[in-house]
């Protein structure tokens, strides 16, 4: 069983920049796929933010340039950093946690993000 903690969220203005953190607890016996996704008010939920590897990391188009995910596997913590901020960029932010071989997901309880002035 896998159990993951976000942090990180606030209110920032338009421009600035935040740092999410997912540190899990557990282990996965197998690879294993991590992602950042965020869900906007009255949106669905959408990916921002993967990666299967250090070397295989992904972000979506809206956020290409401004976001990019890494992981320390030490810490077991997955972060998002979030730079260039927009109010579309509003959103409780959730990491995740796929078994590539189950098809299993962990989710974190959610971070909020606000972006305003």
């Known amino acids: 069983q896998v159990q993951l903690v976000e942090s990180g969220g606030g209110l920032v203005q338009p421009g600035g920049s935040l740092r999410l953190s997912c540190t899990a607890s557990g282990s996965i016996p197998g690879p294993y796929d991590l992602g950042w996704y965020r869900q906007g008010p009255g949106k669905s939920r959408e990916l921002v933010a993967s990666?299967?590897?250090?070397?295989?990391?992904n972000v979506a188009d809206s956020v290409k340039g401004r976001f990019a995910i890494f992981g320390d596997a030490a810490k077991k913590t997955l972060y998002l950093q979030m730079n260039g901020l927009k109010p579309e960029d509003t959103a409780i932010y959730y990491c995740?946690?796929?078994?590539?071989?189950?098809?299993?997901?962990?989710w974190g309880q959610g971070t909020q993000v606000t972006v305003s002035s």
């Open positions: 995740n946690v796929r078994e590539i071989w189950s098809g299993v997901q962990y």
């Open positions: 990666m299967s590897g250090p070397e295989a990391a």
